[in-house]
Structure formats: C-alpha cells, structure tokens
C-alpha cells in the first residue's frame, strides 16, 4: 500500500475518511484551489471533478482567476469557473453547493477573492493538501507534507475511497500533470518510491507522459523564450559568498516580449543549476503587492524564511511570501538578510 497519515496540529480536522458518509449519495460539490494556480492546483482540482462526477455528483471546480497559457490544454479546463470573471456565478455556485473541497491550499487567503466567501461559508469544508502548517478552518481533511504533491493525494483519496478502477486517462492526466511540475520533473526530493508507483500505474491505465511534457515544457511562445534570456542577462544577481542569487523584475520587465499569465513560472529555479547556489529567489512587482518566490537545494529551509521574513511559508525546498513595501525597497531589505546569513554553509538536508 501507501504511507497515509493525517496531520492533527493545534486544532480539530477531523480524518478525510470521516468525510466519507458525506459522500454516499449524490451531493453539489464546489471545488477550488489557490489564486494564480499552478500544474499541481489545476491538476489536483480536475482530476478531482472528473473523479466526484464518476461517483454521481454534481461538481463546480473554481478557479480564482485565469489560468496561465500553458496549462489552458488540460482535461476539464473547459469546465472551470472563473471566480474573478464571473464573481456572481462564483458565489451561487458556493452558496448552492453541499460540500466544499479545496485543494493545494491551507489559508483560505491563498484564494485571494473567494476568501471572504469560504470564510462565510457553513457548509463542511475538506481539504486536500501537502503545505505545512494549515489554518484551523477546515472540518475533515488531509494534510501531509511530505507528499510530493496535492496530486498525489488526489491519488491516495481515490484509493482510499477503494476507487481505483475508476482513474481513466483524463484523471491521470490531470494527475500526472501535478506530479510532474511540483516535483520538477522528478528531481526534487520529494520524489518518493510512491510517486514513482503512482506514475507506473497510471501508465499501465494509457496515460501518455510524452504528451503532457510537450504540452508543459516544449510549448513557449518566442516571447516567452525571448523574455527568459533578458532574465537570465539583465536581471539576475548572483551573491557567490552567500551562495545566493536573485531575480527581482518590475512590472514593466514582465510587460516586455508580449509576456503572458504564466511566463514567470519556473524562472526561481534557474539559478540553482549554477554550482555553489543554494537559495534562488524571484521578486515581482504585482499591481497591488510585491511577491516573491524561494527556492534552495540541501538544507536551507526557505519555508523558514519565508515565515520570519515575509508573511509567507510553504515547504522546506520551496515557499513563497509577500511584501507591502516598494519592489526598490523590498530587494534593499533582501539583500539586507542576505548579507547576514550563510545559506551555502548549510549542509546537506536529506529528510524532504
């Protein structure tokens, strides 16, 4: 079988499998996911819809925006509910929903505009999710953090619920999607001996990896392709003695190439191919907020970081945070922390 366990921190969320009666007859579902979803958010939420539809239910999967160019070939995106767009067909299709999912998210904030509408709705509320630290908001859930990706939960939800026959290829797709971009193509740590008994299974069900790789990775615009090289050129720092390196892009660098939703997405990662970086971080200018996003390899923990730094968090290897000040003086009080500590002198973390 699999290792499955539930996180139990300072509140009461009671087990997913308690959630399980809900489920018995056919029920109005509304599922949704963080803002500015990613391969793993939009894979995790429609592999769950097609799965809940199989079993008789009614399903709503939301988004709280659009979503990037590259993930617009995914299986179901043509069902998804725009919530910024479409706010008012949004909140009906909450306030007319039996249950609530939400899935690759722990702080109904990470939702950005429906998080005042989860946080006023009465309906049980379920989480599937793989982030450390969850908000005491949720009713019955799984939270585990050591799992590679929400969509490996997806996965393991469906076996519990002893449903395996049912993933076709269109929730292996959405799956694999997940697995695929949060474990960065396998090479991450958290690619565990499961990932890899998870990807074997959805192969022998017809699932063509060599396809959705294409679909994620060979299919950039030359704008795209055009903006990566003035990234990499003009405006990444590398701090060789902190064995740090830094991109921070204004919004009108990330106006230049005809860039699109989505064409900023793996661009923290690209530092750490230079020998001797540990932590790579990406500032950007948002029109109402600067954010930013870390990476490191050994044991830097950036969620850490994130926490004490900037109003953030997420996983060991992998966060994100936010800053109210300028996008000017937010890479001042960066470099400020960089100048103080050492993450190249940290050794190795081998437990993610």
């Known amino acids: 079988m699999f290792l499955l366990f539930t996180f139990y921190f300072y509140f009461l969320m009671r087990s997913i499998q308690d959630a399980f009666p809900l489920l018995q007859s056919p029920k109005k579902i509304f599922i949704t996911t963080h803002h500015k979803p990613d391969g793993d958010a939009i894979g995790s939420m429609l592999g769950l819809y097609y799965y809940l539809v199989k079993k008789g239910h009614a399903v709503t999967p939301v988004s709280p925006c659009e979503l990037p160019e590259f993930l617009m070939w995914i299986p179901g995106v043509d069902q998804l509910l725009n919530w910024e767009a479409q706010p008012k067909r949004g909140q009906q299709a909450l306030a007319e929903a039996d249950l609530i999912f939400c899935v690759d998210f722990n702080d109904f904030n990470r939702t950005k505009f429906i998080e005042g509408a989860l946080n006023a709705a009465t309906q049980p509320k379920i989480m599937i999710d793989h982030h450390l630290m969850p908000k005491p908001v949720w009713d019955y859930g799984m939270s585990i953090p050591e799992k590679s990706s929400t969509c490996e939960m997806v996965y393991d939800f469906i076996n519990l619920c002893n449903d395996n026959a049912l993933i076709d290829t269109q929730i292996a797709e959405c799956l694999y999607t997940g697995v695929l971009t949060d474990t960065g193509s396998f090479r991450f740590p958290v690619t565990s ?16 990896h060599a396809a959705i790789h294409e679909h994620i990775y060979d299919s950039w615009s030359e704008g795209r392709m055009r903006f990566l090289g003035y990234v990499l050129t003009e405006k990444m720092e590398v701090f060789h003695d902190q064995g740090a390196a830094l991109i921070a892009l204004s919004r009108k660098d990330m106006g230049m190439y005809d860039t699109q939703s989505g064409d900023t997405e793996g661009l923290v990662n690209y530092p750490l191919s ?26 830097f923990d950036v969620s850490a970081f994130a926490r004490q730094y900037f109003e953030g968090g997420g996983h060991f290897n992998a966060s994100g945070g936010r800053s109210k000040a300028s996008l000017r003086e937010t890479i001042t009080y960066f470099k400020k922390i960089l100048s103080e500590i050492r993450p190249a002198n940290e050794e190795d973390h081998t437990n993610n």
């Open 193 to 208: 001996a499961s990932v890899h008994a998870m990807v074997a299974d959805l192969k022998h069900k017809g699932l063509e």
């Open 274 to 299: 230079i020998a001797g970086i540990k932590f790579a971080t990406l500032i950007t200018e948002r029109n109402d907020e600067v954010k930013l996003s870390f990476r490191s390899k050994g044991s």
